[in-house]
């Protein structure tokens, strides 16, 4: 069984200022991780994803995530935040589980908030 | 670029209607999803399909069907629809190979209220 806990279900923050989005999972296997990102009436777009060759994790638009087995942790964070940011942030995790293809358990969502 | 496609933006329905919610992917991808999203819960898993008339259950199947006749198009059926349906559905598609590393590709949704 896998699950996924986003720590916190809003966040907010001033544009410039360090964005740190929690994420804590549990898998049986050894998974991957995703950091998804949806816009406001838009569909989810990836961020990142940690696939066991390095656990600094670099994405699109200055996000990073850092994969802490002992922690089981994988939070995301960005050093400045921009306005274009404020969006919900999904943290994924996928493990075959018996499966063929990676079945996909999601975070209950955050949502960030940047003030001018 | 990937793309999936959802039939509709928003949708409103009366109770007990049959619905259809249909999703087209154009990169040839042996898997597609049907999620919906509600606020505070995330992303859950409906109907999976593997291959053309292929499917199984995901964690919340009670209300719903699916139907897959051909490789690029997904279709979400509602055979009654009832208000607890009202949701943002997502759909996804992802390659074969590679199993848990490839991410899902997700269309822009369909925003379904029943009244």
């Not at chain 1, 293809?101 to 969502?109: I, N, S, V």
């Not at chain 2, 390659?95 to 209220?113: A, H, I, M, V």
């Amino acid at each position: 069984a896998q699950s996924v806990t986003q720590l916190d279900s809003h966040v907010s923050v001033s544009e410039g200022t360090p964005v740190l989005l929690r994420c804590n999972y549990s898998s049986s296997y050894s998974p991957s991780l995703f950091w998804y990102v949806q816009h406001p009436n838009k569909g989810l777009q990836l961020l990142l994803k940690y696939t066991s060759a390095a656990t600094l994790v670099k994405g699109i638009n200055g996000f990073e995530a850092e994969f802490k087995k002992s922690e089981t942790s994988f939070h995301l964070t960005k050093p400045s935040a921009h306005m274009s940011d404020a969006a919900e942030y999904f943290c994924v995790v996928s493990d075959l589980g018996g499966t063929s293809y990676g079945k996909l358990t999601f975070g209950q969502g955050t949502i960030l908030t940047v003030h001018p | 670029d990937v793309k999936v496609t959802q039939s509709s933006r928003y949708l409103v329905k009366r109770t007990g209607e049959k619905v259809f919610l249909e999703c087209v992917q154009d990169m040839d991808h042996e898997n597609m999803f049907w999620y919906r999203q509600d606020p505070g819960l995330g992303l859950r898993l409906i109907y999976f399909s593997y291959d053309v008339k292929m499917k199984e259950k995901g964690d919340i199947p009670e209300g719903y069907s699916v139907s897959r006749e051909k490789k690029e198009r997904f279709s979400l059926i509602l055979e009654s629809a009832s208000t607890n349906q009202t949701s943002m559905y997502l759909c996804a598609s992802l390659p074969s190979g590679r199993g848990k590393y490839n991410e899902q590709f997700f269309g822009p949704g369909t925003r379904l209220t029943v009244l």
